[in-house]
């Protein structure tokens, strides 16, 4: 739950011009989800100890993340350890090809090989 809030944290502090609806009844920007699920959990009489755990944990990450390192004389002080790097960074497959709907522009419309058969076809 607390994992799955500071998620939600993160996300709505980064889209805080979408609008979003909760159950039909309440209208609001993104920026106040977090909230208005601790106040539904409340409501349910779940643990809002945890929840605020979540937005605590999810407000560090996004202070460190994306405030901080913009502020003058600021920096990224979370980075990624070199063992993952390492670990992740040299695992491209040479054979891989994206499919077209993930391809900017969706297809391969210049592709020369489809005009070289067409023209031995002829």
């Not at 090809?97 to 592709?111: C, L, M, V």
């Amino acid at each position: 739950q607390a994992l799955t809030l500071m998620f939600v944290y993160v996300w709505s502090r980064r889209n805080p011009f979408i609008h979003l609806n909760f159950l039909g009844i309440l209208t609001f920007k993104a920026p106040y989800l977090p909230w208005v699920l601790l106040g539904f959990s409340l409501l349910l009489g779940g643990s809002v100890v945890v929840d605020l755990v979540g937005i605590a944990v999810g407000h560090v990450y996004y202070f460190l993340e994306d405030v901080f390192p913009n502020q003058p004389g600021g920096q990224r002080l979370l980075k990624t350890p070199s063992l993952l790097k390492w670990i992740f960074e040299g695992t491209v497959d040479p054979g891989y090809e994206p499919a077209p709907e993930e391809r900017p522009g969706g297809f391969n419309w210049g592709n020369h090989e489809n005009q070289n058969d067409q023209q031995r076809a002829e």
